[in-house]
């Protein structure tokens, strides 16, 4: 069965405005989760690193004012993608770390800024 | 973490076996071998991973060269469900945990 979920699966909203995608561990605790972002026939690419009770990190070219990450509990972290515009159209992804080695995948948020 | 090379596309006939190589040859000692794949429009799936043996689960088998330098993911029996972008990453299992994706190979089985 799954181990992630994503909510919602597609959003659609106006330029400007803020859009929030949760992602939920279904039955692990998870300390890390990751973010990820995939534009169309283009590979993924990470975003930041989401530590639970503690600041996100965020990857080089990545805004952290702009993409509100919160990680308030073992099993939820949430990204907020702030005065959204068109290219932020996308696919968010998150994943968690299961164990050392292992991480598993959400089914993806497609988000469309109009 | 150590780059990968793949190739771009490949195709593979249905029920047949679907070979996707992968070169890395900067790979160093403590680096895993990572395979995940991901089919239209979903998150990336776990497939299989691997240090140095051969190693086989219920969706593939990995084989590893001697050298570690390139590896190969088999999909013994390719079904229509197997289409997808297949990515082979190498990363130190025990530190830093980001995954970092490649291009991936975009496999099609044709039936």
């Known amino acids: 069965g799954a181990v992630v979920s994503q909510h919602p699966s597609r959003v659609i909203c106006k330029s400007g405005t803020s859009v929030k995608i949760e992602c939920r561990s279904l039955?692990?605790?998870?300390?890390?989760m990751f973010w990820y972002r995939q534009f169309p026939k283009k590979s993924l690419m990470l975003m930041a690193t989401s530590n639970e009770g503690s600041k996100a990190t965020y990857e080089q070219g990545v805004e952290k004012d702009k993409f509100l990450i919160n990680h308030a509990s073992l099993t939820l972290s949430t990204l907020t993608v702030t005065s959204a515009h068109p290219e932020d159209s996308s696919f968010y992804i998150c994943s968690l770390r299961v164990n050392q080695e292992t991480q598993y995948f959400g089914p993806g948020t497609r988000l469309l800024v109009l | 973490d150590a780059k990968t090379t793949q190739p771009p596309s490949m195709d593979c006939a249905e029920g047949r076996a679907a070979n996707l190589p992968c070169n890395h040859s900067?790979?160093?000692?403590?680096?895993?071998v990572y395979w995940y794949r991901q089919i239209h429009s979903q998150g990336p799936q776990y497939i299989i991973h691997g240090l140095k043996n051969n190693e086989t689960n219920e969706m593939a088998s990995l084989i590893i060269t001697e050298d570690r330098k390139s590896s190969t993911l088999i999909l013994p029996h390719a079904t229509l469900r197997d289409t997808a972008v297949y990515y082979c990453?190498?990363?130190?299992?025990?530190?830093?945990?980001?995954?970092?994706f490649g291009q991936g190979t975009r496999l099609t089985i044709n039936p």
């Open positions: 990453i190498v990363r130190v299992a025990w530190g830093a945990q980001k995954l970092v």
């Open positions: 039955d692990f605790q998870a300390t890390t």
């Open positions: 900067t790979i160093s000692g403590n680096e895993y």
